[in-house]
C-alpha cells in the first residue's frame, strides 16, 4: 500500500492493488455529513467528480433498499449511471453499498465511516473496493477504473466540501 500525494493536504487518498480509500475531516457536525451522503437533494450537488453534474438521483436508505445516481459530462452532455443497494447501515456511523455502473460488469463495493471529531468536525473514511486488476474494454472505454475513480471520489469531495461551507 502507498501514499498517493495530492494537491488539496487536508484530503488523504491511499491506493493499494484494489481499494481506494479517502479520509477527509469536513468543518461541520456530524448529522450535516451524514445528510450530504444521505438525502437526495445534498447528493444531486455533490455526488460527481469536478467535470460533471447529477441530473438525477434516487435513494431508498435502507438495507436491501436501493440507490440510483445519474452523473451529466458538462462537455459532451453524456450521462451514465451508477446504482447499487444499501447493505449496511449505522445512522451517524456508517454507509456500505454496491456501486455499479450500468453496462458493467464490474461491482464493487463502498464503505463510508463518519466519525466526530468535535461539534463542529466530522472525519470521513471512504473505502471503495473489489475494483477488477483487469478492466474489460467497456470499463476502459468508460474510465471505469481504480484511477478514475481515485480521482472522481476526490474531486467529488472537493465538491461536497464546498457546499458544507455554504
Do not use: C
Not at 81 to 103: A, H, M, N, P, S
Not at 114 to 142: A, C, Q, S
Not at 146 to 165: M, R
Request: glycine fraction near 6%; charge should be positive.
Amino acid at each position: 500500500m502507498s501514499f498517493q500525494p495530492i494537491h488539496d493536504k487536508r484530503i488523504i487518498v491511499i491506493n493499494s492493488e484494489r481499494k481506494v480509500v479517502i479520509r477527509k475531516i469536513f468543518p461541520v457536525g456530524l448529522k450535516r455529513v451524514w445528510d450530504a451522503f444521505t438525502k437526495k437533494d445534498d447528493m444531486l450537488k455533490w455526488h460527481s467528480p469536478v467535470g460533471m453534474t447529477n441530473p438525477h438521483a434516487e435513494v431508498d436508505l435502507r438495507v436491501g433498499g436501493n440507490y440510483a445516481i445519474q452523473m451529466e459530462y458538462n462537455e459532451s452532455g453524456e450521462v451514465v449511471t451508477v446504482r447499487g443497494e444499501y447493505k449496511e447501515i449505522k445512522e451517524f456511523q456508517k454507509l456500505v453499498y454496491t456501486w455499479k455502473w450500468d453496462g458493467s460488469e464490474m461491482n464493487t463495493l463502498v464503505t463510508v465511516e463518519f466519525r466526530k471529531v468535535t461539534d463542529d468536525k466530522t472525519e470521513i473514511i471512504l473505502t471503495h473496493r473489489g475494483f477488477d486488476e483487469r478492466p474489460t474494454e467497456v470499463d476502459l472505454k468508460n474510465n471505469w477504473t481504480k484511477e478514475s475513480h481515485k480521482s472522481g471520489w476526490t474531486t467529488a469531495f472537493q465538491k461536497l466540501a464546498q457546499i458544507l461551507q455554504k
